[in-house]
């Protein structure tokens, strides 16, 4: 049943000491929170993070005190109205950036075509069978439990595409067929995992090759054994033909052996005495015997070599073989496959039989179109100018899931490492784009799957230009339409969020979008309000004629309506600039002292703008009183850190009695054209920087230097700066400056 409601209970959850709240879905698959920086974000992030792991490794827990108990709550309520805990699987978070995040399983997923793979699986499923049934018994022949895998290693050259054990065997079987050799000793004992006999093996070459050249001269010189380089009989192939003919029955038959210095052979007991006769002249002789030693010697270091030490000094031919470790591996494998030799023929018979219907399958998975072709080219109409491409190497291997699948990444037309490109290569935007790509998939794949799923979605457009947001956007809006998916978008990006609650919310963006403020150790969600936040400025036009907040809201929104018309330098600009800023009369423009302008030098210049009329009964008051006598009134009210107006007037009135107060201590500072706050605050830092008397104003100063912003822009987007500003951060910075004044 689809998801209707979640209810968050969040305690001591990181950053978060409280936040409840419930999000009802029934209308919107979206909800949209605006959360200032410091806010709320992150914490809310990384514990819906902690609840997504199944394992339960890492607990949210307050940042500052651990010892506090936290409270991690979400129900769930489904349309029947019934509620129920949220599960692990249920939550995906999307971090803004995460360059650890992979996405393999879910490319899998997006590569699979349903029907081609249950073809590869109906045939492989009673090919998997037989091979059961026929290669268990090596285990207990071996001693290695992974004898498939070994089987596989011992026969694929390195750095070519690794066989499967049916194409190892179907290349394999004759050489099984052939095998003469049979060896006794524990697979892993010679061919350990970790590489410890290699080492040695390698680390002393030249005793092995010596130990193997005396071996074969002693062959050659024997009456016995025999080596013309390109067949040998030798002391293993002595040990088979002894094994081959145990008992009596090959002589009580009446056959004779005859060897090659005609000595006539009639029994079984005289053939083993002989061999052994022989094969002790060889293991005897001195030089072999000093060279054994040595080896032997050496083979003390660990628990691998002392296993192989064992196995050489039980059978001293072995030696002789391990010049070429890789080939005595496989004559090795060639061995212990005999003893399953029936078993195995039936096998690769039957797989040589399937053969030409795999080719065909495994064809087909190759050349078929999937999601992930579809999502990468979605991803590349969406996304423009992006460097980067991706491919799958052996697409057909994946696809019939012989193997995950293995992305080739290209930057231009190279193929470089993921690690290379994304740490070396790519700008901080690319990667960003990247790290989406990899999303996408993961929410590619959970829509195959019909996955119900709540995404918490962190900022996941913070660092892209603009045109990629927009890419973003699209994104979002294809999840919002999806039922199985129900998202949490967070952002502190106030351009961002007005534009999702247009483009996604609509008509029920009000309902589902929410601000973020802090209230005292309390997150609150508040309402997502209506025009007045999100676009305030027709309501100021509309109104500032009449409504004094308003019209101190006003003042930096026509001025730059002003600069963008005529220019910094025209009147109207100036005039409305001494109203932002402490500035002497500026005779030149008959432009009156900042405490001197009246509401009637600025009347012209709004009606000229802004083509309204003031009705404010007294237009002889001075506009600086209005500024303050309206910040004390926010400054008393009960506020609820939305209204955009209420933060411009504290700002300004702040700004304006900072640099009263800098004034009070010091002559005006001549000649500043532009950027006065940061100028005042200048020489007031070089005449009283080494005045203890003096930092706790400079330190104040710094502040206000930071929090309220220079300029106030037209656009959303540059308002943000004071809109992330907590209402009450300014509200304590204009008590605090009012009390420096006083």
């Not at 970790?194 to 093996?201: A, C, E, H, I, P």
């Not at 012989?402 to 935007?429: C, E, F, H, M, W």
């Not at 809006?477 to 534009?499: A, G």
Request: charged share 30%.
């Amino acid at each position: 049943m689809s998801i209707q409601k979640v209810k968050i209970n969040f305690e001591h959850c990181y950053g978060i000491h409280k936040l409840c709240s419930d999000f009802d879905f029934s209308k919107s698959n979206m909800q949209l929170i605006y959360a200032p920086n410091g806010t709320m974000k992150t914490s809310f992030a990384k514990t819906f993070k902690d609840m997504s792991d199944p394992r339960g490794k890492t607990k949210p827990h307050d940042q500052l005190d651990k010892t506090l108990q936290p409270t991690c709550k979400v129900m769930v309520e489904d349309d029947s109205g019934s509620e129920r805990d949220i599960t692990p699987g249920e939550i995906k978070v999307i971090d803004s950036y995460d360059p650890a995040f992979s996405s393999e399983e879910s490319i899998l997923t997006l590569l699979a075509n349903k029907d081609i793979r249950q073809q590869y699986v109906d045939i492989f499923r009673e090919l998997d069978n037989e091979k059961k049934s026929a290669l268990s018994p090596l285990k207990k022949i071996t001693g290695s439990s992974n004898y498939e895998q070994e089987i596989i290693g011992a026969f694929s050259d390195p750095g070519t595409k690794k066989l499967s054990i049916f194409e190892v065997l179907a290349t394999i079987i004759d050489d099984v067929k052939q095998s003469k050799s049979t060896f006794d000793f524990v697979y892993n004992h010679v061919f350990d995992p970790k590489g410890k006999v290699r080492d040695f093996l390698d680390e002393n070459y030249d005793l092995l090759q010596k130990y193997s050249e005396k071996y074969n001269e002693l062959l050659s010189s024997s009456q016995f054994f025999s080596n013309n380089g390109e067949r040998a009989f030798g002391t293993t192939e002595a040990g088979a033909l002894r094994d081959s003919i145990k008992g009596d029955e090959y002589f009580e038959s009446g056959h004779k052996l005859s060897l090659k210095d005609e000595t006539m052979v009639d029994s079984a007991e005289k053939l083993s005495e002989i061999i052994d006769n022989e094969i002790k002249k060889v293991f005897d002789n001195q030089e072999i015997k000093d060279i054994f030693d040595k080896i032997d010697k050496k083979l003390q270091g660990n628990q691998e070599l002392r296993n192989f030490k064992k196995v050489i000094e039980k059978d001293k031919t072995l030696i002789a073989k391990l010049t070429n470790y890789d080939e005595f591996r496989k004559e090795v494998w060639c061995s212990f496959l005999k003893q399953v030799e029936p078993a195995v023929i039936s096998l690769v018979e039957n797989y040589n039989a399937k053969k030409p219907d795999i080719e065909k399958i495994v064809a087909a998975a190759n050349d078929s179109r999937g999601l992930w072709d579809d999502t990468i080219e979605e991803f590349k109409t969406r996304f423009t100018s992006l460097p980067f491409s991706f491919d799958i190497k052996d697409r057909g291997d994946a696809i019939l899931g012989k193997s995950a699948p293995t992305v080739i990444y290209k930057y231009g037309d190279k193929i470089v490492d993921q690690d290379v490109l994304t740490n070396r290569i790519l700008s901080q935007g690319e990667r960003r784009a990247f790290y989406l790509l990899n999303i996408i998939f993961d929410i590619k794949s959970r829509e195959k799957e019909n996955k119900e799923t709540l995404f918490i979605i962190d900022d996941i457009a913070d660092s892209f230009d603009y045109k990629n947001k927009y890419a973003i956007i699209q994104y979002l809006n294809d999840l919002n339409k999806s039922e199985n998916f129900k998202s949490i978008v967070l952002t502190h990006n106030f351009d961002f969020y007005r534009t999702l609650q247009e483009r996604i919310l609509a008509s029920g963006k009000w309902n589902h979008s929410f601000i973020a403020e802090r209230d005292n150790d309390e997150i609150r969600l508040l309402p997502g309000g209506d025009r007045v936040i999100t676009d305030p400025f027709n309501k100021w036009r509309s109104k500032c004629n009449e409504d004094e907040k308003l019209l101190v809201a006003a003042i930096p929104f026509v001025r730059e309506l002003y600069n963008y018309q005529k220019g910094n330098r025209s009147r109207e600009y100036l005039l409305l600039t001494h109203l932002l800023h402490d500035k002497e009369a500026d005779d030149q423009n008959s432009i009156p002292a900042t405490y001197d302008i009246k509401l009637s030098d600025i009347e012209n210049v709004f009606a000229d703008m802004l083509n309204v009329q003031f009705e404010f009964p007294d237009k002889t008051k001075k506009v600086i009183d209005i500024i303050f006598s309206v910040a004390d009134r926010i400054q008393q009210d009960l506020h609820d850190g939305i209204s955009l107006e209420d933060k411009i007037v504290l700002a300004m009135a702040t700004r304006l009695l900072a640099e009263r107060e800098i004034l009070v201590h010091m002559e005006r500072p001549s000649n500043i054209r532009k950027n006065q706050f940061w100028e005042f605050y200048n020489a007031f830092r070089d005449q009283f920087g080494s005045d203890e008397t003096k930092k706790g104003i400079l330190d104040f100063l710094e502040q206000v230097n930071i929090i309220t912003p220079a300029n106030i822009h037209i656009n959303s987007f540059m308002y943000e700066p004071i809109i992330d500003v907590g209402i009450d951060e300014l509200v304590c910075l204009y008590e605090r400056v009012k009390a420096l004044h006083e």
